[in-house]
């Protein structure tokens, strides 16, 4: 089973910036589309940001400008650069995987991670 393992979540105070990694580790032969998503309290989860493994993005209109997100498909890893942090943006983040060939080419669906907490303080 692949795996999803999340990193870099913490407490910044709003105007500063942080950086999310997810490390996918396992037999990977390729992975499709990954991205972040997240949950405030009383929330339903919510896209932020995805990149596809050909490069095309799709951003949370609420992130845009200020969220930057890229992948390594060397380290089959994602990154999340989030600047200019608001108190809106405290949530959990989780990294998704929407569909992973593994090294014997059978197929994973819907990988998520365990999430990292992002906590904005005003």
């Known amino acids: 089973q692949v795996q999803l393992v999340e990193s870099g979540g913490g407490l910044v105070q709003a105007g500063g910036s942080l950086r999310l990694s997810c490390a996918a580790s396992?037999?990977?032969?390729?992975?499709?589309?990954m991205g972040w998503y997240r949950q405030a309290p009383r929330k339903e989860r919510e896209l932020v940001a995805t990149?596809?493994?050909?490069?095309?993005?799709v951003y949370a209109d609420s992130v845009k400008g200020r969220f930057t997100i890229a992948r390594s498909d060397y380290r089959y890893t994602v990154y999340l650069q989030m600047n200019n942090l608001k108190p809106e943006d405290t949530a959990v983040y989780y990294c998704?995987?929407?569909?992973?060939?593994?090294?014997?080419?059978?197929?994973?669906?819907?990988?998520w991670g365990q999430g990292t907490q992002v906590t904005v303080s005003s």
């Open positions: 998704n995987a929407d569909k992973i060939t593994k090294g014997d080419f059978s197929r994973q669906f819907d990988t």
């Open positions: 396992g037999s990977i032969f390729s992975i499709n589309r």
């Open positions: 990149m596809s493994s050909g490069g095309s993005t």
